[in-house]
């Protein structure tokens, strides 16, 4: 894990008799993003609030560009930039007075940074405005503007469009992106929302009951995994007997459509035993497997948090 931009390593935390967070341990690579997600109450917040030093850890560490957020603080946490729940403004400011008073607590940060990060998540036109007539989704962005003042080498998201509309989600998901391919930011996302953590991030980690149950490359080919296969043939019976007797393919449904499950390497190979038993083929559908799929598979429950 050395060359991680943020290792997690070995977390528990413990209130009272109840451990929270059991033995987590997973990094973040430079320049990607990564998804941090799980059922309500399964740890995520608790995690990221123990990752920025905003509760204690019980034990283990959190290990930010080599330097440990238990031995040295400040040090690591120079290198994060985040917003954990709903971004804290104040509201009789305006957008481009209160990025100027977070500024003032770092040193090094310019006006001509302001106005690059202000740019960045597209609010050139309402930073004159005080933040108490802002929309939900407008706070959000001067929040993730405010994270990014000082160049963050990591950067964490808890639910970052919260409150945006289509067009918002859409360009901060770009925004996260392009920080990640462009300026090599690590990024890490939790979100409710999984169609929109499935299209922004390159790896996910899955939190159930506070222990990583899983950990997935949404990059990663899935030629050998299990799909969904809908099959347009004729006569179906004759076809259902050939499916039967091949190893490992099971039939789901084959009342109005004939649907089973296959290893997707095996497709082309049945198809090809189909059309040899003069069975005709006029279809063949592979459903893709969507993260929401993935994800309620992995829980095991019908919850989505």
Do not use: W
């Not at 933040?131 to 970052?160: C, F, N, T």
Request: charged letters at 25%.
């Amino acid at each position: 894990m050395s060359d991680s931009a943020m290792a997690i390593k070995g977390l528990h935390k413990t209130i009272g008799r109840k451990k929270i967070i059991k033995d987590l341990s997973f990094d973040i690579r430079p320049g990607e993003v990564y998804g941090f997600i799980g059922p309500n109450g399964a740890g995520k917040t608790t995690t990221i609030r123990m990752m920025v030093g905003l509760i204690g850890i019980t034990s283990g560490d959190v290990v930010i560009k080599g330097n440990s957020i238990k031995k040295d603080y400040k040090k690591a946490i120079s290198e994060v930039g985040a917003i954990v729940e709903n971004p804290e403004m104040y509201p009789f400011m305006t957008g481009m007075q209160n990025l100027k008073h977070f500024a003032r607590m770092t040193s090094g940060i310019t006006d001509a940074r302001i106005n690059e990060v202000i740019k960045l998540v597209g609010l050139d036109n309402a930073i004159k405005t005080k933040v108490g007539k802002y929309s939900l989704g407008m706070r959000q962005r001067l929040g993730i503007a405010q994270a990014l003042l000082h160049s963050p080498s990591v950067l964490i998201l808890d639910e970052p469009t919260n409150g945006l509309d289509p067009a918002g989600i859409r360009e901060i998901r770009r925004y996260i992106r392009k920080l990640a391919v462009e300026d090599n930011v690590s990024v890490i996302v939790s979100s409710h929302l999984l169609s929109e953590i499935e299209l922004m991030c390159d790896r996910i980690g899955v939190i159930k009951n506070g222990e990583l149950i899983a950990v997935r490359d949404l990059h990663e080919k899935t030629d050998s995994e299990q799909s969904i296969v809908n099959l347009d043939v004729h006569p179906m019976d004759e076809a259902i007997e050939v499916i039967h007797a091949a190893p490992n393919i099971k039939v789901l449904e084959s009342e109005e459509q004939l649907q089973i499950q296959i290893n997707r390497n095996d497709v082309p190979g049945l198809v090809t035993t189909l059309v040899k038993k003069d069975i005709q083929v006029y279809g063949v559908n592979v459903i893709q497997s969507t993260l929401e799929d993935q994800f309620l598979e992995m829980i095991g429950e019908n919850v989505i948090g």
